[in-house]
Structures are given as structure tokens and as C-alpha cells.
């Protein structure tokens, strides 16, 4: 059974750091991300990594402060969050997908990060 599962969020104050963790079980992905939804508002793509080129891609919003990174071994996936700001405030999913293109087939069940003012 493929799962992906999801820890590290919590209340953190603004220009404070948190660290998100993606543990994936059942298969290996090409691609794994994190995505957020703030309250009210629609999903939105926060970072992704493929597995074989080491390449990443940010959300403009969270670039310079945030960082997507890997253990191979674990089948995990990080994010490092810095400098942290109310708008941060989102549950985040982790997203994979089997290819390097196209839409993110497996989800985590989110884990909530509210930034306090």
C-alpha cells in the first residue's frame, strides 16, 4: 500500500523555522512535493524535487526561506522553512507523482503550520 506520511508542523512564531517531513512508503516517486491550502483560499504548489537530477523548483513566494531536500535512504522528503510569515499559515500536503511531468497522483493527509503575528 503506497502511503505518504506527514509530520513536523506546528505553531511557530513569525521569523521563526519549522521542518516538515515526508516519509514515503510502498513504491519510489520520480517527483515529491509539498503543497499548502490556507483557510479559504485554493491549493497552492510550494516546492517539488525530482529524485534522479537532484532539481528543485519553488513557489515564488516561498523562495529564499524555503527548501526542499531529500534522503534517499529514508524515501523522504524535507522542508525547511525559514523566516516564517502569517501568510505561511496553510496546511501542507506532500504530493508524488511517478513521472516527471503532469499531476501529483499520491497525497499525505496534511499537517497544519500556523504562523502567529
Known amino acids: 500500500q503506497v502511503q505518504l506520511v506527514e509530520s513536523g508542523g506546528g505553531l511557530v512564531q513569525t521569523g521563526g523555522s519549522l521542518r516538515l517531513s515526508c516519509a514515503a512508503y510502498g513504491r519510489t516517486f520520480d517527483t515529491m512535493g509539498w503543497f499548502r491550502q490556507a483557510p479559504g483560499k485554493e491549493r497552492e504548489f510550494v516546492a517539488a524535487?525530482?529524485?534522479?537530477?537532484?532539481?528543485?523548483n519553488y513557489a515564488d513566494s516561498v523562495k529564499g526561506r524555503f527548501t526542499i531536500s531529500r534522503d534517499n535512504a529514508k524515501n523522504t522528503v524535507y522542508l525547511q522553512m525559514n523566516s516564517l510569515k502569517p501568510e505561511d499559515t496553510a496546511v501542507y500536503y506532500c504530493a508524488a507523482r511517478g513521472s516527471p511531468v503532469g499531476s501529483f497522483k499520491f497525497w499525505g493527509q496534511g499537517t497544519q503550520v500556523t504562523v502567529s503575528s
Open positions: 524535487m525530482r529524485w534522479s537530477e537532484i532539481s528543485t
